[in-house]
């Protein structure tokens, strides 16, 4: 089955720098890559997701990477905010199945 | 856009009683559903997966006489904790496969066991 590592665990950056968190997957069949960001005691938002038919794609100051050869995607947020302060989660899917999420990332971004 | 309904948000229950969490697509059908089990600081974990009209596919580990999943219909599926205890504790999530963005979660139960 698949299996989704991520990295690092936790981040610290100060505001208005940016944010990388990376994940690699193991089923080469996993064709759909979501990212979510879960605040305390909440549901996993989606706030940006690649399909494997793209390499990269872009929302305002947040944006993903995938590189299906090398079976890795990668979230980056620019000019961090305090409020982008969350747990961010990877992870991976083929559509037919089930998805799995990586360990996820503590994002603190200090004022 | 799609919403998936789960109640109880938060429930407190005694040792050995058993507790039904509910997940209500409420927009749109959800043929397949997924049940997430998050310890505290950790990551979701899938428990199973249930697909409208079958039995549900549990992951390894996950006891299904435990965790009791049916999926009746297309837009309900529920979770039985059965004979809880304290290390059930926990906040469990589901997910349905459909809507806008492919997966839509629920809004997850925390679980108390005492």
């Known amino acids: 089955g698949e299996n989704v590592e991520q990295h690092p665990s936790t981040l610290s950056v100060q505001e208005g720098d940016s944010a990388v968190i990376k994940c690699t997957y193991s089923d080469s069949a996993s064709n759909y890559f979501p990212w979510y960001k879960q605040e305390l005691g909440k549901r996993p938002q989606l706030i940006i997701d690649i399909r494997s038919n793209v390499g990269e794609k872009k929302d305002q100051r947040i944006a993903v990477t995938l590189n299906k050869t090398a079976k890795h995607f990668s979230l980056h947020i620019t000019e961090t905010q305090p409020e982008d302060s969350a747990v961010y989660f990877c992870?991976?899917?083929?559509?037919?199945?089930?998805?799995?999420f990586g360990a996820g990332t503590r994002l603190t971004v200090k004022p | 856009g799609a919403v998936v309904s789960q109640h109880p948000s938060w429930v407190i229950c005694k040792s050995g009683t058993s507790v039904k969490i509910e997940c209500r697509s409420l927009d749109f059908q959800a043929t397949t559903m997924f049940w997430y089990r998050q310890f505290p600081k950790q990551s979701l974990m899938l428990m199973a997966t249930s697909n409208e009209g079958s039995k549900a596919t549990y992951e390894q580990g996950v006891e299904k006489d435990k965790f009791l999943i049916n999926h009746a219909s297309l837009t309900l599926s529920t979770l039985t904790v059965t004979s809880a205890h304290p290390e059930d504790s926990s906040f469990y999530i589901c997910?349905?496969?459909?809507?806008?963005?492919?997966?839509?979660f629920g809004s997850g139960t925390r679980l108390t066991v005492v």
């Open positions: 997910s349905a496969r459909g809507g806008t963005y492919g997966y839509t």
């Open positions: 992870a991976a899917s083929n559509l037919n199945n089930d998805m799995r």
